[in-house]
């Protein structure tokens, strides 16, 4: 099994920065993917940024310009660098990697996500 452990989250004034961090333990072949989702009060789950493991990267357009996603694969961990932070980007922020089990890819169980205030 492979678990996630998001941190890094808290509360910040707009337009201020966070690193998230995210460390994976488990027994690990390869991971094929590793993203960011987050989910707002009230709203929906939604992706923030996705790394492939070529180390191509994808962001929602909501945060393009102001959130980076990295990676140290010998660590098992991924990052989102957070900066001009604004008050929709509240939310609870996930991990999410994709991971490769032989027959296939399969992703991992959802932990509990870091909570992220941007308030004034």
């Known amino acids: 099994q492979v678990q996630v452990v998001e941190s890094g989250g808290g509360l910040v004034q707009p337009g201020g920065s966070l690193r998230l961090s995210c460390a994976a333990s488990?027994?690990?072949?390869?991971?094929?993917?590793m993203a960011w989702y987050r989910q707002g009060p009230g709203k929906q789950r939604e992706l923030v940024a996705r790394?492939?493991?070529?180390?191509?990267?994808t962001y929602a357009d909501s945060v393009k310009g102001r959130f980076t996603i990295y990676r140290d694969n010998a660590k098992n961990t991924v990052y989102l660098q957070m900066n001009s932070l604004i008050a929709e980007d509240t939310a609870v922020y996930y991990c999410n990697l994709d991971i490769f089990v032989g027959f296939g890819t399969r992703s991992t169980d959802w932990g509990q996500g870091t909570q992220v205030t941007v308030s004034s």
């Open positions: 488990g027994t690990i072949s390869k991971i094929t993917a």
């Open positions: 790394i492939s493991a070529s180390g191509v990267v």
